[in-house]
């Protein structure tokens, strides 16, 4: 048993963020599932948004992520995110992360889309990511320690005080590991992998919502997940994400025959909010019809987008035709663990940021490129808290913890394959009640009798791994039954409009039931829980 100030479970941008703004008086572990660079944030092409070009404010990029979002935020924390934006940007820079600039040494800002104006701060042209995670591992402090390729599996909380006091972990030969700390924080990215269209890591599978909801925080929102419309489409299988800085750059969605997609759905047209135009195209795909990102209007295309360049190349998709097959995925999950303004969970010394959390900063559906400022914003935030608290006294690694019950015989669970492609036909881009109740029954018949507080260390990584999707999977379709309209991401065929009386109402679960919160208790509450 290891003991630590501060667990950071997750290697993602929030993650790192976080570590590297903690006071030098704390010991750090960062604990990660797979390696330190199988993350989201790695992933993430577009960039930054930010309100620093010219004539740009931060009431502006307000403006735009509120309407995205279909007003559905917490709007004090959507004020705090755009108005620190800039500043985050100039801390980077300070840092020595250097950003693409234009030829007269400015910023090189990309639109994207639901932006009113070009805000989009980017590195090695659609590689931000990969810039900025390896800039921040590169300032790592020396004395945090890094393990990697740990599957954590159980979160330790005192049976007395109810409060959260460690992890427990396998290594890849599963065997268990226990650390101990007066600060846990889950950085642990969002749900992606539960569905077989996806432009998520492969580690990403729910995790995080599945370790605090087994511990009993409570969760919320679970049923507002965002599609991204462009996804590289072969052979019935998406390869990765084409990112929507394409758009940006006057690329344009085009069906077999050249016809473009959005044309007359949306004032946008292509650079529509993200659910709107994954809708049109995911109707595209259901009627049998090719859908095409056009790249034929952009200039330097592979000079501009290297990465998505590497991407078809690796995949046998030619750019001559300057057309690339794309398809909507899961991308980004707007609910998750209910947290207040500096990502405190429910349970005392749980907390939690980035994807993982549901902060509030993205309503029902995100704005495109503020995933990574609410990473860089949280990190730090919570930083800045944690580095005010006095210290504890540490009584946690000499207490003498209580077995659990051992489950050696692992229950009967879906296979991955099956559940993951299930969650994309039932609870997916487009959702009815006869459908996601077909998909409640079908998971209600797994899982059967598996009580959240009893011991898995018997269990191999892979049951646990299916039981945590499960779970959120579960958490997913209930939310979305009970949801009966349409706003932002959550799309209800059988409920097509949105609802005012919804719009007041979150639905947030835990291991006690469900509580619809009403936005008027939530603003109160918000600032301790949700």
């Given at each position: 048993?290891k003991?630590?100030?501060?667990?950071?479970?997750?290697?993602?941008?929030?993650?790192?963020q976080?570590?590297?703004?903690?006071?030098?008086?704390?010991?750090?572990?960062?604990?990660?599932?797979?390696?330190?660079?199988?993350s989201?944030?790695?992933?993430?092409?577009?960039?930054?948004?930010?309100?620093?070009?010219?004539?740009?404010?931060?009431?502006?990029?307000?403006?735009?992520?509120?309407?995205?979002?279909?007003?559905?935020?917490?709007?004090?924390?959507?004020?705090?995110?755009?108005?620190?934006?800039?500043?985050?940007?100039?801390?980077?820079?300070?840092?020595?992360?250097?950003?693409?600039?234009?030829d007269?040494?400015?910023?090189?800002?990309?639109?994207?889309?639901?932006?009113?104006?070009?805000?989009?701060?980017?590195?090695?042209?659609?590689?931000?990511?990969?810039?900025?995670?390896?800039?921040?591992?590169?300032?790592?402090?020396?004395?945090?320690?890094?393990?990697?390729?740990?599957?954590?599996?159980?979160?330790?909380?005192?049976?007395?005080?109810?409060?959260?006091?460690?992890?427990?972990?396998?290594?890849?030969?599963?065997?268990?590991?226990?650390?101990?700390?007066?600060?846990?924080v889950?950085?642990?990215?969002?749900?992606?992998?539960?569905?077989?269209?996806?432009?998520?890591?492969?580690?990403?599978?729910?995790?995080?919502?599945?370790?605090?909801?087994?511990?009993?925080?409570?969760?919320?929102?679970?049923?507002?997940?965002?599609?991204?419309?462009?996804?590289?489409?072969?052979?019935?299988?998406?390869?990765?994400?084409?990112?929507?800085?394409?758009?940006?750059?006057?690329?344009?969605?085009?069906?077999?025959?050249?016809?473009?997609?959005?044309?007359?759905?949306?004032?946008?047209?292509?650079?529509?909010?993200?659910?709107?135009?994954a809708?049109?195209?995911?109707?595209?795909?259901?009627?049998?019809?090719?859908?095409?990102?056009?790249?034929?209007?952009?200039?330097?295309?592979?000079?501009?987008?290297?990465?998505?360049?590497?991407?078809?190349?690796?995949?046998?998709?030619?750019?001559?035709?300057?057309?690339?097959?794309?398809?909507?995925?899961?991308?980004?999950?707007?609910?998750?663990?209910?947290?207040?303004?500096?990502?405190?969970?429910?349970?005392?010394?749980?907390?939690?940021?980035?994807?993982t959390a549901?902060?509030?900063?993205?309503?029902?559906?995100?704005?495109?490129?503020?995933?990574?400022?609410?990473?860089?914003?949280?990190?730090?935030?919570?930083?800045?808290?944690?580095?005010?608290?006095?210290?504890?006294?540490?009584?946690?690694?000499?207490?003498?913890?209580?077995?659990?019950?051992?489950?050696r015989?692992?229950?009967?669970?879906?296979?991955?394959?099956?559940?993951?492609?299930?969650?994309?036909?039932?609870?997916?881009?487009?959702?009815?009640?006869?459908?996601l109740?077909?998909?409640?029954?079908?998971?209600?018949?797994?899982?059967?009798?598996?009580?959240?507080?009893?011991s898995?260390?018997?269990?191999?990584?892979?049951?646990?791994?299916?039981?945590?999707?499960?779970?959120?999977?579960?958490?997913?379709?209930?939310?979305?039954?009970?949801?009966?309209?349409?706003?932002?991401?959550?799309?209800?065929?059988?409920?097509?409009?949105?609802?005012?009386?919804?719009?007041?109402?979150?639905?947030?679960?835990?291991k006690?039931?469900?509580?619809?919160?009403?936005?008027?208790?939530?603003?109160?509450?918000?600032?301790?829980?949700?």
């Open positions: 048993m003991t630590y100030d501060c667990i950071i479970v997750g290697s993602g941008i929030a993650a790192m976080l570590a590297h703004h903690l006071s030098a008086r704390f010991r750090v572990l960062i604990i990660t599932k797979s390696t330190r660079r199988a989201n944030s790695y992933r993430a092409q577009g960039g930054i948004a930010a309100a620093v070009g010219e004539g740009d404010k931060p009431v502006f990029h307000y403006e735009d992520t509120i309407k995205a979002g279909c007003h559905f935020h917490n709007e004090q924390q959507v004020r705090e995110l755009v108005e620190n934006g800039p500043e985050l940007i100039e801390q980077l820079k300070d840092g020595g992360l250097y950003f693409d600039e234009d007269k040494g400015r910023l090189a800002l990309g639109m994207e889309g639901a932006h009113g104006r070009n805000r989009i701060v980017h590195c090695g042209g659609d590689a931000t990511g990969t810039y900025i995670m390896d800039h921040l591992f590169l300032s790592l402090r020396e004395d945090i320690d890094v393990v990697e390729n740990r599957f954590v599996y159980e979160l330790i909380i005192h049976p007395v005080t109810k409060k959260c006091i460690g992890i427990k972990a396998k290594d890849e030969e599963g065997n268990n590991e226990m650390y101990i700390a007066d600060h846990v889950l950085a642990m990215g969002g749900i992606g992998g539960l569905f077989s269209f996806t432009s998520n890591d492969p580690s990403v599978a729910g995790d995080g919502i599945a370790l605090a909801y087994r511990a009993g925080a409570e969760i919320t929102d679970m049923e507002f997940i965002q599609f991204h419309p462009t996804l590289l489409y072969l052979n019935g299988k998406t390869r990765g994400l084409v990112s929507e800085a394409v758009r940006g750059e006057g690329g344009q969605l085009v069906d077999g025959a050249g016809i473009p997609i959005m044309a007359g759905k949306h004032p946008l047209e292509d650079l529509a909010p993200r659910h709107i135009v809708k049109e195209l995911f109707q595209q795909r259901v009627a049998g019809k090719d859908v095409y990102l056009d790249i034929s209007k952009i200039d330097r295309f592979e000079a501009r987008f290297p990465t998505i360049t590497a991407m078809c190349e690796a995949n046998g998709v030619s750019l001559k035709e300057r057309k690339i097959p794309v398809a909507p995925g899961c991308h980004f999950l707007m609910g998750g663990i209910a947290v207040d303004s500096v990502g405190r969970t429910s349970i005392e010394g749980l907390y939690a940021i980035g994807e549901s902060t509030g900063v993205h309503g029902a559906n995100r704005l495109a490129s503020n995933s990574l400022l609410e990473g860089l914003h949280y990190g730090k935030k919570l930083a800045t808290f944690l580095n005010i608290q006095p210290a504890q006294s540490g009584m946690a690694s000499t207490f003498v913890f209580p077995t659990k019950q051992a489950v015989q692992e229950p009967l669970l879906p296979a991955k394959a099956e559940l993951q492609e299930k969650m994309m036909a039932y609870a997916g881009i487009i959702r009815t009640q006869s459908e109740e077909q998909l409640d029954n079908w998971l209600s018949g797994y899982g059967e009798g598996i009580s959240e507080d009893l898995l260390n018997e269990w191999s990584t892979d049951t646990i791994q299916l039981l945590f999707m499960l779970h959120a999977a579960k958490l997913i379709t209930k939310a979305a039954q009970l949801r009966t309209e349409s706003r932002g991401a959550h799309n209800r065929e059988d409920f097509y409009e949105e609802d005012e009386r919804w719009g007041q109402i979150h639905i947030v679960q835990s006690k039931g469900i509580e619809m919160r009403e936005r008027q208790r939530e603003h109160h509450k918000v600032e301790v829980y949700a």
